[in-house]
């Protein structure tokens, strides 16, 4: 029997709790702040946030605010507790690829040789991440998203459904790029940026 504790009980925490059944965790609750939810998909919401500490298995955090799931699963991991790491069996991933704790890879994904993902990134469906890139902490490379080689984000970085961004292109932490944009050039100040080519938004 593998329990899993999903922490945020929205429909990302659906897609979540999915491919958790999938990685073989038969035992699957959420926790959530909303006292209305009492359960997500097939899964029973049975406590609060805080209330974590009350149990001694893997968790995963489904929240797709970057920050707040760097909030969460830094105290988590200040209590000491376990934290997995979810893959989709329809995720396509080299062999030699790094992957850190707290990261979720959704179905359709493509990540190619010699990247390295930090902890707590979503790697949504659909999305590609190719040869050589390396991806900060608590990213988040949203539905269709493609990053092209040798790319560089910082932490936090937010990368919108459907961007493209050119090779080897270098993006400084807390940026948000919007749905859509064409990344050509490096973000080099923090932001959010939109466009083809990508541009800041004032
Ligand atoms: C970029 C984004 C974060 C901006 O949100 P916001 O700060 O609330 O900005 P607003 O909606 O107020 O838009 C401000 C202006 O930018 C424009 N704009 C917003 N998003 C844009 C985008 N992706 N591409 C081009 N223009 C955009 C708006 O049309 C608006 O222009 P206007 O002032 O001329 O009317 C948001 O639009 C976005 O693209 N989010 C990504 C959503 C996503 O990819 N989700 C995937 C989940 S898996």
């Known amino acids: 029997m593998e329990r899993l504790v999903i922490i945020g009980a929205s429909g990302h925490g659906k897609v979540i709790a999915d491919i958790a059944k999938k990685n073989g965790y038969d035992e699957i609750f959420f926790l959530d702040d909303n006292d209305e939810l009492t359960i997500c998909g097939k899964y029973p919401v049975v406590g609060k946030v805080d209330d974590f500490s009350k149990y001694d298995c893997k968790f995963i955090i489904a929240i797709g605010n970057n920050a707040v799931r760097e909030k ?12 997995a790491i979810l893959i989709h069996p329809n995720a396509t991933i080299a062999d030699d690829v790094e992957i850190g704790k707290g990261t979720v890879v959704m179905a359709g994904a493509v990540i190619n040789s010699a990247v390295k993902i930090g902890k707590g990134c979503i790697v949504n469906t ?52 919007g749905v859509g944009a064409a990344v050509v050039r490096d973000i080099e100040e923090k932001g959010t940026y939109v466009g083809v080519p990508a541009k800041r938004l004032k």
């Not at 699963?73 to 934290?83: A, H, R, V």
């Open 72 to 83: 969460i699963q830094t105290k988590l991991e200040n209590s000491n507790k376990k934290i």
């Open 126 to 177: 659909c999305s590609s991440v190719d040869h050589e890139c390396i991806i900060g902490d608590y990213c988040h490379i949203s539905v269709g998203a493609h990053l092209a080689g040798i790319v560089h984000l910082g932490d936090r970085v937010f990368v919108g459904a459907g961007v493209a961004t050119a090779q080897c292109i270098v993006v400084c932490s807390d940026v948000i790029i």
